[in-house]
């Protein structure tokens, strides 16, 4: 019933940039936070930012000062604007949304993930 599409991942090269977005669609009443986590080759999935309804804002510690997430609540999306990539950004990118449904239950929903890869 909620949908992610993300889009905006590919190849850059090293101190590059790149921004990502994640649009939900779908049945729901609201959305309480949306973030990006990612999972590099070889490792276990990690958050990278999150932001909530009211625009606050959490990083990883790889994430901060070189990454700004933000959002668009008339579009129901979420950006991640990667600056200054480095080759450990390496990683298929998963956005995640979490709001209530129009019958009050909560939903956790994931996209299918975008790669992003940094190199040379």
């Known amino acids: 019933q909620v949908q992610l599409v993300e889009s905006g991942g590919g190849l850059v090269q090293p101190g590059g940039s790149l921004r990502l977005s994640c649009a939900a669609s779908?049945?729901?009443?609201?959305?309480?936070?949306m973030g990006w986590y990612r999972q590099g080759p070889g490792k276990q999935r990690e958050l990278v930012a999150t932001i909530t309804s009211g625009g606050q804002t959490n990083y990883a510690d790889s994430a901060k000062v070189r990454f700004t997430i933000s959002r668009d609540t008339v579009k129901n999306t979420v950006y991640l604007q990667m600056n200054s990539l480095k080759s450990e950004d390496t990683a298929v990118y998963f956005c995640?949304?979490?709001?209530?449904?129009?019958?009050?239950?909560?939903?956790?929903?994931w996209g299918q993930g975008i790669q992003v890869t940094v190199s040379s």
């Open positions: 779908g049945s729901f009443l609201s959305i309480g936070a």
């Open positions: 995640n949304v979490a709001g209530r449904r129009w019958s009050g239950h909560f939903f956790d929903s």
